[in-house]
């Protein structure tokens, strides 16, 4: 816990003092959200997925934050969707796969009572659906270029596909391949915004 909280505060100071304090009121925002909110909720409704994901994708506003000093562009908003939307089917899929353990611990995940996986296969469908909207409007808007655009249907493809896996057949093996396409999604979408960057 000591170490935690030497980490949290030496890395506000860091933030607030040397890149800017709109960065560090970021990265204080992410952390009391995830602490105070999010873990606590955990134990008291399964709504926790939701308030989670906040935190969650919070680190991409952070960065922009950083990076320009501001956080009212539009570009930013669109990425912090992204990572949100990104983080129920993750979740969701893990919290299947792990059901009878988190209920052990006394978390209220959706799978908790959700028995036949109806609701937590809907929520990972729905969440995954969303990043195509998303995806494209970065493009339409010029955040991105053609080759994210590309690169991120590309894989918001394979990602809906496991997702649609999962929502006909719930079983444990494919909330797995769900949680290991969710676990590849992300670092390859950053790759993707990476690469769009160098040509633009």
């Not at 970021?26 to 906040?54: C, D, E, H, R, W």
């Not at 995954?128 to 590309?150: C, R």
């Amino acid at each position: 816990m000591f170490f935690s909280l030497f980490l949290i505060f030496s890395g506000l100071v860091y933030l607030f003092v040397l890149v800017n304090p709109l960065a560090g009121a970021v990265s204080f925002a992410t952390t009391f959200i995830y602490l105070i909110a999010y873990t606590p909720m955990k134990q008291v409704s399964a709504f926790n997925i939701l308030i989670g994901a906040i935190p969650g994708a919070l680190p991409p506003v952070g960065g922009w934050a950083a990076a320009s000093g501001t956080i009212d562009d539009i570009g930013m908003w669109l990425l912090f969707g992204i990572v949100f939307l990104w983080q129920i089917p993750h979740v969701m899929a893990i919290a299947w796969s792990l059901k009878e353990e988190y209920a052990s611990a006394g978390f209220r995940m959706v799978p908790k009572n959700d028995t036949k996986g109806t609701k937590t296969s809907v929520w990972a469908f729905i969440c995954t659906i969303l990043l195509f909207p998303v995806t494209i409007v970065m493009y339409t808007l010029g955040v991105s270029g053609i080759i994210f655009l590309i690169i991120s249907l590309l894989l918001a493809g394979v990602f809906l596909y496991y997702s649609i896996i999962f929502l006909k057949e719930r079983t444990k093996q494919n909330s797995r391949k769900l949680m290991f396409a969710s676990i590849a999604y992300l670092p390859l979408v950053w790759v993707a915004v990476f690469i769009d960057r160098l040509f633009i």
